[in-house]
Structures are given as C-alpha cells and as structure tokens.
C-alpha cells in the first residue's frame, strides 16, 4: 500500500467517543505500518477547552485502549504525539477557523505538511452545514495551489432526499465531487471488500449469480443493545435512516451490482447508482405491507436491562421510532427480475452479528423426495460480515452408514484461521483510502441521493399509517410481523448461529 503525502489530518469532533474509540488508534495503526509520513500531523478541534498537551494525553489514553495491536510501541506513539495540537471552538465560529487556518499555516512552515489538509467531520449532523461553510470560506486555497484539501463526512447524509441534495449541494459549494469522501465503516470491513473479490474473481459464481439459480437474498445487521444513552439521537433517525439507508444498502448494493468495467471509484460507484435506480418502488400506501417496524419493549437481554424503548432516556413515551425492520425489496433489472432481497436490522436481539444469506433454488429435479422423510434442504452461501470475518458455502453430503441420510454440511472460510493475521479496522483502510485520494470504497453523491429515493416513499408511507410499531422482547428475533412476512412467501429468516439442521432420512 502506497504511503501518504505529507498533511494535517484535523479532526472536528475531537474529543467525541468516534475519535477515541477508533479514529486515534487507526492513525497510531497506519503509523506503526509506515502508511504516515514523517511529515504528518493531527489536528484536534472540539468545543471544548484544553491545551495540546492535555489533548495529547487524551490521544496517548485512546491508543493505549483501544488500538488493535498490543503492545502498543511507545517509539511510534510518540512520532505521533510530537505532531499532535489542539485547537478550541465553536464549529460555526468564524474566528474559530482563522485561528485553525493560522496554526495549519505555521504547522505548513515548522512541519513540512505542505498545505495539504484532510478534514474529518466527526460531529453530529446539525453542525456539518456550519464546519462546510467555514471551511469553505476560511480554508481554501489558492487558485495556483497545487496542494490538495479532501474531507471526510460521516452518516448520515441527510435525513431524506431533500436534505441529502441541500448537503450536497452545499459540499459542492466548496468542494469538488472528487475531494468529498462520504465514509461508511461497513465498507472497510475486509469481508465487504472480499465480495467483489469473490464474485468477480471466481469463475464459479459468475453463471449462478442472478434469478436463474438464485432463490433469494437476505441480509441481516443486527445488534444486542439498546439505544443506552443515544436516545435523544436516535429518535429523530430510527432503524431505517440509521441502518438500511447506509450500512445494508451498501451490502445490497455490491451483492446485487453488475461487474463494473474497471477496479476504479467512477467504475463501481456507477454500478452500484444502477442498483439503487432498479429497486421496485414501495408506494406509500404498501409501506407496512413490505417494510414491518419493531419497538423493544420492557425485558434483559446481553446483561442489559431496559423498560422498553419509549421509556428510554430522552425518548419520548408515544415514540413511534422504530428499533427494528425488515424490508422485502425487488430490484427490476435482467439478472434479478422477480428475486426478493430481504433486508432486517434491529436493537436488541438475539444475536450481534452482520451477513448475507444467497440462498439457491433447489435443483430442478427432486431425485430424493420420494424416497426422504422431509425435502432437502437447498443450498446457502453466508457471507458473514461479523463477528467471525469469512464464508461458509452449505451443501448436502450424505451421513456414513448403510442407510441414505442427508445432512447439511458446511464448506468454512475464515479470514483468521486461512491468512493467520488479524484484519486491519475499516477506519484504517477508509483512513488511509482518503490520504492517498482513493473514493472507491466511499459513498458518491448520487449514490447517496438514489439510496434516499428508495426509503422517502416507506417514511412517507409509515407516518402516515395508523400502524404502530409491533413490540418485541429484548433478546429475541424481532417482532412477529417479520417473520410473518417470511412465512407468507414460503420461507424463513436464516443466519449462520442456527442450530444444525436435522439429519432428512432417506429410503433406497
């Protein structure tokens, strides 16, 4: 992997839990790597008051926490913590970003960094029009500058259409399309990358891969906790802005795309655009019929207690913010034509895990049923995204003994026990993506607004609908209107945690 140029990397935001927990440490990681030039420097700015040793003390606890590989090098902390400042403001304030310009400046002069400059905006989305402006207007550079300035957004981007094209529309204001850098964490994740790997580099996947040999797809985020302390937050986005708009769009998106024409950002980013223009539109009206919602209710799960939901800190008690959804969407082009994708997401289930189900169509003739107790199961390709990185591909193998019984069997794949090394954190490879100027795994602005198309006619749908979301106890798989959902289509949700199949008992 390429070296960075020589830059600050300044982070807003930067004594929020997202730079602690992940940003710090990822920058100690690609410096420890030699992905950092020595003429690289960190930049802290947050509201709050604090010198640039004190900030430095917060970044040398962070590493020593929360960094990846321990034990952590002190010789590498401490290249990092000599180039470690702190400057203290109001996002919006304009004297706040001359006195950010003037320290970058003099940092360009003591420090070699050049003028280049990599922004992280890793606040919360009401200050992103403010930081932009005063970027836009405090930062820029000269016309004949041949450095660069690139920043870096988080999710989400927007909370509807409307407000995805006013944020773009502004970014564009400022900056070019080229230095905007849309992050998704699930999009660093090596599993996410693997498939385009796996679909594309494996001559045995291309032929089945569409209606023909596909019965269905599912995909399944879903997490263990509640909303803890983020309740305020969470209310005003729920399940689907939080969850299906970025991180299961993106792993819709590249199971479903067309093989793109090059291994470059323009290339892949217009396939996965193509997606999101094919899916079926959910007309108001039909919204609770293909998109079912869920509140956790009062119960313990993981260790945690909760009331429910609406009894949650900062959350209002007639909330109707989902927690939990499952989505059935068809995606209208040739290779997917009449092929479901179901999409579920939710707080407080049973298991925390994130991954794709391809399950195939049976084969076309039923050699064994006549002769076996039950059908035999189909076959499943799973895709785990976490916790455990791999592949697993099930197939029907025959139980050794003088009678035929089938079992489902399970081929493995697993990035830790095949590679023998610890995958490197999605912040570290999105991080340093953005150094070296590489969008491919970030989200375009086109790709951003077509995601939006999709689910502003289900919010439409679900605010106006009398429905009330369905509770469900912590702990368990969501509320029963996703599973009816499922059952109605002749099928059932299906993830790697299942217990083993039966063993199908089978007569010569």
Same mark, same amino acid.
Not at 408 to 422: G, I, K, R, W
């Given at each position: 992997m390429p070296s960075a140029s020589p830059c600050a990397f300044i982070i807003f935001g930067a004594s929020g839990d997202l730079a602690k927990r992940k940003l710090i440490p990822a920058i100690y990681e690609l410096m420890r790597e030699k992905l950092l030039d020595e003429h690289f420097v960190l930049v802290g700015f947050s509201r709050s008051a604090m010198s640039d040793e004190a900030y430095r003390a917060e970044c040398r606890e962070a590493v020593f926490k929360f960094a990846r590989t321990k034990p952590v090098e002190e010789a590498v902390w401490k290249k990092i913590e000599s180039g470690t400042y702190y400057v203290q403001g109001d996002y919006g304030?304009? +004297?706040?970003?001359?006195? &950010?310009? +003037?320290?970058?400046? %003099?940092? @360009?002069?003591?420090? =070699?960094?050049? =003028?280049?400059r990599l922004f992280y905006l890793s606040t919360p989305p009401n200050t992103f029009e403010p930081i932009i402006t005063c970027l836009g207007e405090k930062h820029k550079p000269a016309k004949d500058s041949k450095n660069w300035q690139r920043i870096i957004i988080e999710k989400p981007f927007?909370? +509807? *259409?409307?407000?995805?094209? %006013?944020?773009?529309k502004l970014l564009h204001s400022y900056f070019a399309e080229e230095q905007v850098f849309r992050i998704d964490?699930?999009?660093g994740k090596e599993t996410v990358q693997n498939l385009l !790997?796996?679909? /594309?580099?494996?001559?045995i996947f291309e032929p089945i891969w569409n209606y023909r040999f596909i019965e269905h797809v599912q995909i399944?985020? %879903?997490?263990t906790l509640g909303v803890g302390t983020r309740g305020g937050y969470y209310d005003k986005s =729920?399940?689907?802005?939080?969850?299906? $708009?970025?991180?299961? /769009? $993106? &792993? *819709?998106?590249? !199971?479903?795309?067309?093989?793109?024409?090059? *291994? +470059?950002s323009v290339s892949i980013r217009d396939e996965k655009v193509k997606v999101y223009k094919s899916i079926r539109p959910i007309h108001p009206e039909r919204a609770d019929e293909f998109a079912i919602r869920g509140q956790y209710g009062p119960g313990e799960a993981a260790g945690q207690k909760t009331r429910g939901y609406r009894a949650e800190k900062d959350v209002p008690p007639n909330s109707r913010t989902e927690t939990f959804v499952a989505l059935k969407l068809y995606i209208d082009n040739w290779r997917w034509s009449g092929r479901p994708f179901y999409l579920r997401t939710g707080k407080f289930l049973e298991k925390k895990l994130s991954e794709i189900v391809i399950r195939f169509r049976s084969p076309p003739q039923a050699l064994f049923q006549n002769q076996c107790s039950a059908l035999v199961y189909p076959n499943d390709l799973i895709i785990r995204v976490q916790p455990e990185e791999g592949v697993s591909w099930r197939l029907n193998g025959k139980v050794p003994g003088g009678q035929l019984n089938i079992?489902?069997?399970?081929? @493995? /794949? *697993?990035?830790?026990?095949? /590679?023998? !090394?610890?995958?490197?954190?999605?912040y570290e490879r999105l991080i340093h993506d953005a150094l070296i100027g590489d969008q491919t795994l970030f989200i375009r602005g086109d790709e951003a607004e077509a995601a939006w198309t999709v689910i502003d006619p289900i919010e439409q749908g679900w605010t106006a609908s009398q429905t009330e979301p369905q509770e469900y106890a912590p702990g368990t798989w969501g509320p029963k209107r996703a599973m009816d959902m499922m059952e109605r289509d002749g099928r059932r949700w299906l993830h790697s945690s299942d217990s083993a199949e039966p063993i199908v008992a089978c007569s010569l």
């Open positions: 304030s304009a +004297d706040a970003h001359a006195k &950010l310009a +003037d320290k970058l400046a %003099s940092l @360009d002069r003591e420090k =070699g960094t050049e =003028g280049n927007g909370r +509807d *259409l409307a407000s995805a094209r %006013s944020l773009n964490h699930y999009l !790997v796996m679909r /594309f580099a494996n001559s399944t985020v %879903s997490e =729920g399940a689907m802005r939080d969850m299906i $708009q970025n991180h299961l /769009f $993106q &792993l *819709l998106a590249l !199971v479903a795309m067309e093989p793109p024409a090059a *291994l +470059d079992k489902p069997v399970a081929l @493995d /794949f *697993l990035y830790n026990t095949t /590679f023998h !090394v610890e995958a490197p954190e999605a």
